[in-house]
């Protein structure tokens, strides 16, 4: 089995900026893609920020200029960086990872648990 552990969120002010981390570990034979969504009361969830095991990346519109994400392969751990953060960023964040299996070979989609990030004004 896989699991993915989401730290750094919390409450932060208007203008300031917070570190998401996810790790995963597990009967893990690769990481594919890993990716960070956010989903605030009533709305859908979206896809903040992903990237490939290539190391492309992608943001959402809203995003862009002020996040980063980024991996590190050797500890299975995605990170996402928000600076510049706005009460519009409020939502849970979870962390979301295509895995390919250690003994099956076959490839599943992971979520973590979820992590909260306010931002007040």
């Known amino acids: 089995q896989v699991q993915l552990v989401e730290s750094g969120g919390g409450l932060v002010q208007a203008g300031g900026s917070l570190r998401l981390s996810c790790a995963a570990s597990g009967s893990i034979f690769s990481i594919n893609a890993m990716g960070w969504y956010r989903q605030s009361p009533g709305e859908q969830r979206e896809l903040v920020a992903a990237?490939?095991?290539?190391?492309?990346?992608n943001y959402a519109d809203s995003v862009k200029g002020r996040f980063t994400i980024s991996r590190d392969n050797a500890k299975n751990t995605v990170y996402l960086q928000m600076n510049s953060l706005k009460p519009e960023d409020t939502a849970v964040y979870y962390c979301?990872?295509?895995?390919?299996?250690?003994?099956?070979?076959?490839?599943?989609?992971?979520w973590g648990q979820g992590t909260q990030v306010t931002v007040s004004s």
């Open positions: 990237v490939t095991s290539g190391g492309s990346t």
């Open positions: 979301n990872a295509g895995v390919l299996l250690q003994y099956s070979r076959r490839i599943r989609d992971y």
